[in-house]
């Protein structure tokens, strides 16, 4: 799988723009992609955004950054010389739409699929399993990717935000979920939690 982690210049594909890309081949963790791009000219942005991932208008605006549609083409390269090419990171639909909008605008010949791996799913089961609360708020899920990090042992996704970090952060992560063990070097002073990987007694179902 591809872990991958985009910043952008608000929430919604249609409107807004890819400014960097970040991702990690999980079955070979030492091939790492990293790109910035200006946005595509007319891209909206929301302050918010670039608040979060630092970025300013001067920079996502700058003639001499790679286009968006260089930064995908050489993101679909990338990818190409991967055996398993499924989309992964944390709230993955928000990344993959925003690639697949990027592909579409630039008339790239690319499928990035429908089907996508998501951290949050994957941490949220191990929890379940674990017979540790999940985080709600009303009365739905709340497990943000911090919540995720902590729960395997690791420090927040340091501020501002940055696409390749992420997407380490949230390999890192993958790795432990799935094999109870680090992946990184630069993860290793951060131990597993005790008791990680015990399952726990399955609670009883009412059937009926």
Same mark, same amino acid.
């Given at each position: 799988?591809?872990?991958?982690? !985009? @910043?952008?210049? &608000? /929430?919604?594909? !249609?409107?807004?723009?890819?400014?960097?890309?970040?991702?990690?081949?999980?079955?070979?963790?030492?091939?790492?992609?990293?790109? @910035?791009?200006?946005?595509?000219? &007319? =891209? *909206?942005?929301?302050? &918010?955004?670039?608040?979060?991932?630092?970025?300013?208008?001067?920079?996502?605006?700058? +003639?001499?950054?790679?286009? =968006?549609?260089?930064? /995908?083409?050489?993101? /679909?390269?990338?990818?190409?010389?991967?055996?398993?090419?499924?989309? =992964?990171?944390?709230?993955?639909?928000?990344?993959? $739409?925003?690639?697949?909008?990027?592909?579409?605008?630039?008339?790239?010949?690319?499928?990035?699929?429908?089907? !996508?791996?998501?951290?949050?799913?994957?941490?949220?089961?191990?929890?379940?399993?674990?017979? !540790?609360?999940?985080?709600? %708020?009303?009365?739905?899920?709340?497990?943000?990717?911090?919540?995720?990090? %902590?729960?395997?042992?690791? +420090?927040?996704?340091?501020? +501002?935000? *940055?696409?390749?970090? &992420?997407?380490?952060? @949230?390999? @890192?992560?993958?790795?432990?979920?799935?094999?109870? =063990? +680090?992946?990184?070097?630069?993860? %290793?002073?951060?131990?597993?939690? $005790?008791?990680?990987?015990?399952?726990?007694?399955?609670?009883?179902?009412?059937?009926?």
């Amino acid at each position: 799988m591809i872990v991958v982690d !985009v @910043e952008t210049t &608000g /929430i919604n594909p !249609v409107y807004h723009a890819i400014v960097s890309i970040g991702a990690v081949d999980f079955s070979v963790p030492r091939r790492r992609f990293y790109r @910035e791009c200006r946005m595509w000219d &007319g =891209a *909206h942005v929301q302050p &918010g955004a670039l608040a979060v991932n630092g970025f300013t208008h001067e920079q996502i605006t700058d +003639p001499a950054k790679l286009s =968006a549609e260089q930064a /995908i083409a050489e993101f /679909i390269a990338f990818c190409q010389e991967s055996d398993d090419r499924t989309i =992964a990171g944390h709230n993955t639909a928000f990344d993959r $739409d925003f690639l697949q909008a990027a592909v579409d605008r630039h008339s790239i010949d690319w499928r990035f699929g429908n089907r !996508v791996l998501d951290l949050h799913s994957f941490c949220w089961m191990h929890m379940a399993r674990a017979g !540790v609360p999940r985080p709600q %708020k009303g009365v739905r899920s709340a497990l943000s990717l911090n919540a995720v990090l %902590k729960y395997c042992g690791l +420090p927040e996704e340091p501020h +501002p935000h *940055h696409g390749l970090t &992420g997407a380490l952060m @949230e390999a @890192e992560a993958f790795h432990r979920l799935m094999y109870h =063990a +680090p992946l990184f070097d630069e993860f %290793k002073a951060h131990p597993i939690p $005790d008791g990680f990987g015990v399952p726990p007694v399955p609670p009883q179902h009412q059937l009926f």
